[in-house]
């Protein structure tokens, strides 16, 4: 089965709705077993294991996250954030076989009680096609300011 | 209107032995004398050598609310100066770090300065020629802060020109810096990358507070430790399956008030004080091929085993750092205002020990630390209600009693139930000694 660019494009759009939508059990689903979830903290860190990041999450740690999210304990989480993002069409950079790699750029912007932050994001998805669908093999993250002083970031960019 | 200005007596009484006024965290004028008494008097951290590692080398940072840049001479020694041109008070670095060469140039009117702050050149000096400058205390440079001294690698200035030396401020607390470089078989760290700058709306001394906080974990952290327990028995795995990282590092923190309780609080004299004594969440960590046969080489056995099994959790050099010995962490509790307080999280590595070492180490940081950390999501939720909460004028006392005991002599040291607030009694007498040493009332 082939993958048209567009359906690589639409798939970028359709994850980040579901992100903001909140609808956390079909954003896992499109993640392969062993992908990672990757925002570094340093300016085109290349590093993700020696070096400190914001976040370099394997599904068990996003499960983790997703789960706390609903915690009748998550004190952070009353109330509720919420996120938005506004993101430019994707680029599809690279198409080979079954794997592909798009870069978006995008704003992210998340609220909660009388706070809104606004971020400026670089995403880079690794997917793959995997029995006809395409999955989410790792993402990549980068924050246009990420050597800032942040507050609480506690959804998904 | 000043309450606290010039009235000694009034900044006394605002520490009692068992509770502690809100304007000790809610005040503005409290926080600025913090910064003119507490924080001049003390030793406060400023960088690691490894920052600034070659001559010229720069890190700008803050002591309490200075601008300081750490900087390395020519001589190879580490100075600390303040960062303002004698000028017109230009900050002479704005960027974080660099190298600077053999001397500073300011970029406004390119006075310069050689490394250790003196005077080298100003541009068209004869314009000077028939005036005083000379005399002024401008003419001498970039001024240096009071005192700097290097414990192995981490070094720390006092503002003030005459006090306290830093071996009778540290004393035995310099033990858990000491068993953090320790664990390097080469007896060094280096800094691994920049910190995470993590931005809290409450007072710098919560977050001092917390640290030795053992009473919360359990509480706060349910969301995230009990739901990590929880999804890795939904797991099923079979007994000695390796676990996901997560559950090693985030999952002791569901551990029962008793493991807390039995893991021991040590105070020493200066409000500084660690948990941790007899184990901690790191006890338990999974051994790394390589490093212990690489301690022994360096250490001999039976002094590579006295290293590796002293697991201190959170060491508090008061006022404002902590150190974690086992995962070779520092975090930098900056002050910037009564409500405003910026984290810095640093991690290093350890020299000649096997590089999975710092992948834990890092691991640990951005899990626990980071702005996007599910558990620092929660800490920073109880601070900020907190720093809220004391405006209600129907208490204005913050309690810190548990496990009182009649008469605390805090100039001794002491090891005692886990769970006492014993530490935060300990760090609310340092700052009054070092509040008042320097205070003086008006006439
Ligand atoms: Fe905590």
């Known amino acids: 089965m082939n993958v048209s660019r567009d359906q690589i494009i639409d798939f970028i759009y359709d994850e980040a709705r579901m992100l903001d939508e909140g609808r956390y059990d079909d954003w896992l689903a499109l993640w392969l077993p062993d992908g990672h979830y990757w925002m570094p903290l340093d300016y085109q860190q290349t590093d993700p294991i020696y070096e400190t990041s914001l976040m370099y999450e394997d599904m068990f740690m996003l499960k983790l996250r997703v789960e706390r999210l609903n915690g009748a304990r998550t004190f952070s989480q009353k109330p509720k954030s919420r996120c938005h993002h506004v993101i430019q069409r994707p680029f599809v950079d690279e198409m080979n076989g079954d794997s592909f790699v798009t870069k978006t750029f995008m704003h992210y912007v998340e609220t909660r009680l009388d706070e809104q932050q606004l971020l400026a994001l670089t995403a880079r998805h690794d997917l793959a096609l995997v029995d006809g669908a395409l999955r989410i093999a790792n993402k990549r993250v980068d924050i246009l300011n990420c050597d800032a002083a942040f507050r609480n970031i506690q959804l998904l960019p | ?443």
């Not at chain 2, 002024?136 to 030396?165: P, Q």
């Not at chain 2, 809220?388 to 001794?412: C, H, K, P, S, Y």
């Open chain 2, 1 to 443: 209107m000043t309450r606290y200005t010039d009235n000694p007596d009034a900044v006394a009484a605002l520490i009692e032995p068992h509770q502690v006024h809100r304007d000790v965290y809610t005040s503005q004028e409290v926080y600025r004398l913090e910064m003119k008494h507490l924080f001049a008097n003390a030793w406060v951290f400023v960088g690691h050598e490894s920052q600034t590692a070659n001559k010229g080398d720069y890190f700008a940072t803050q002591v309490g609310d200075q601008p300081v840049i750490q900087v390395r001479h020519s001589t190879g020694d580490i100075h600390v100066l303040y960062n303002r041109c004698p000028h017109k008070g230009t900050k002479i670095v704005i960027d974080r770090q660099g190298n600077t060469g053999k001397f500073f140039r300011c970029p406004y009117h390119a006075w310069s300065f050689k490394t250790d702050g003196c005077l080298l050149a100003i541009p068209l000096k004869k314009g000077y020629q028939d005036t005083r400058l000379s005399e002024t205390e401008n003419a001498k440079g970039m001024k240096a802060v009071g005192a700097v001294h290097n414990h192995r690698g981490f070094i720390f200035a006092r503002l003030a020109a005459e006090g306290i030396s830093f071996e009778d401020f540290f004393g035995d607390s310099l033990s858990s810096i000491d068993n953090m470089v320790d664990r390097s078989p080469a007896g060094r760290l280096e800094v691994v990358g920049p910190p995470l700058r993590y931005m809290h709306h409450c007072n710098w001394k919560m977050l001092v507070e917390n640290q030795t906080d053992t009473c919360h974990p359990m509480v706060a952290h349910e969301s995230s430790a009990g739901t990590a327990v929880k999804l890795f028995e939904e797991l099923g795995l079979p007994e000695g399956a390796p676990k996901p990282p997560a559950m090693e590092i985030i999952a002791p923190f569901m551990s029962p008030y008793e493991f807390f309780e039995n893991m021991g609080i040590r105070t020493w004299p200066n409000g500084h004080g660690h948990t941790g004594v007899h184990h901690s969440i790191h006890s338990d960590y999974t051994a790394i091929p390589g490093y212990f046969e690489a301690m022994v080489e360096s250490y001999g056995e039976d002094r590579a085993k006295a290293i590796l099994d002293e697991n201190r959790h959170n060491t508090v050099y008061f006022p404002n750092i902590m150190v974690k010995g086992p995962i070779q962490q520092l975090r930098n509790f900056i002050p910037l205002a009564a409500d405003k307080t910026i984290v810095e999280s640093y991690i290093y590595r350890l020299v000649d020990a096997p590089d999975e070492l710092t992948a834990r180490t890092a691991m640990y940081n951005r899990m626990i630390n980071a702005p996007t950390s599910i558990v620092g999501h929660d800490d920073l939720e109880m601070y900020e209600r907190a720093q809220e909460g004391m405006m209600a004028d129907g208490l204005e006392w913050v309690n810190i009693q548990r496990l009182q005991t009649e008469d605390e002599d805090f100039t001794v040291e002491a090891v005692e139930n886990g769970t006492t607030e014993r530490q935060m009694r300990n760090q609310f007498d340092a700052w009054r000694k070092f509040m008042l040493m320097s205070m003086e009332a008006s006439a």
